[in-house]
């Protein structure tokens, strides 16, 4: 579960729960450099209409509940819980909205989208990652390619990711069991009260 104290955090407290309480942290975290904005996730969470959407190259982290899919890395193999993509030169994450691999990790075919990410970069901020499972119905300007990974730097703000120090990272990742359906929980502080009525045997400080 990661808390950002608003809408126009770059910073935030990440917690791990398992059955309900919390196992480790809290981890400092960085935001999208442009803050929260509410994305596209499991379940929707109440918003009024002033509040932010997410959309395509807004620099804003997704507000909400989004699976944990699959770990990737630049290692060739992982020896964890979850499935795991090797991050080689030829993988792409496409973000391009008009494509119909928008928003999907796929192999670089021939003919490329208009717009993607290289999932294999020149710096370690994708040496290790995980996939958030938001805007899986890959509705075109919803945003694409959110992930948990390595911070640029300390207190360096995001595209739109999570990202944290590699460190935590790993133990994250080592953590987490595809088994016990892993989920990501993104909110604001203000929401905690919310999350508690969706989730009420869930032991969260007030």
């Given at each position: 579960?990661?808390?950002?104290?608003?809408?126009?955090?770059?910073?935030?407290?990440?917690?791990?729960?398992?059955?309900?309480?919390?196992?480790?942290?809290?981890?400092?975290?960085?935001?999208?450099?442009?803050?929260?904005?509410?994305?596209?996730?499991?379940?929707?969470?109440?918003?009024?209409?002033?509040?932010?959407?997410?959309?395509?190259?807004?620099?804003?982290?997704?507000?909400?509940?989004?699976?944990?899919?699959?770990?990737?890395?630049?290692?060739?193999?992982?020896?964890?819980?979850?499935?795991?993509?090797?991050?080689?030169?030829?993988?792409?994450?496409?973000?391009?909205?008009?494509?119909?691999?928008?928003?999907?990790?796929?192999?670089?075919?021939?003919?490329?989208?208009?717009?993607?990410e290289e999932m294999r970069r020149e710096d370690a901020q994708y040496e290790l990652g995980v996939t958030v499972g938001h805007n899986k119905e890959q509705?075109?300007?919803?945003?694409?390619?959110?992930?948990?990974?390595?911070?640029?730097?300390?207190?360096?703000?995001?595209?739109?990711?999570?990202?944290?120090?590699?460190?935590?990272?790993?133990?994250?990742?080592?953590?987490?069991?595809?088994?016990?359906?892993?989920?990501?929980?993104?909110?604001?502080?203000?929401?905690?009260?919310?999350?508690?009525?969706?989730?009420?045997?869930?032991?969260?400080?007030?």
């Amino acid at each position: 579960m990661v808390v950002a104290e608003e809408f126009n955090s770059t910073k935030a407290k990440l917690i791990c729960f398992e059955d309900n309480r919390a196992v480790f942290g809290p981890i400092e975290v960085n935001l999208g450099a442009n803050g929260v904005a509410f994305g596209a996730g499991e379940r929707a969470l109440l918003k009024t209409k002033a509040e932010p959407i997410k959309k395509e190259g807004d620099k804003k982290a997704p507000l909400g509940i989004f699976t944990l899919d699959a770990v990737f890395g630049y290692e060739k193999e992982m020896n964890i819980k979850m499935p795991y993509l090797h991050a080689t030169k030829e993988l792409i994450c496409v973000d391009d909205s008009s494509s119909k691999f928008y928003n999907q990790i796929i192999k670089k075919p021939k003919e490329a989208p208009a717009s993607y990410e290289e999932m294999r970069r020149e710096d370690a901020q994708y040496e290790l990652g995980v996939t958030v499972g938001h805007n899986k119905e890959q509705i075109p300007q919803m945003g694409s390619c959110i992930f948990l990974h390595v911070e640029k730097s300390i207190d360096a703000p995001t595209a739109g990711c999570t990202s944290m120090k590699m460190e935590d990272l790993k133990k994250i990742i080592h953590w987490l069991d595809k088994s016990k359906n892993p989920t990501l929980i993104q909110i604001i502080s203000a929401q905690k009260k919310e999350l508690l009525e969706l989730y009420p045997l869930l032991v969260i400080v007030p």
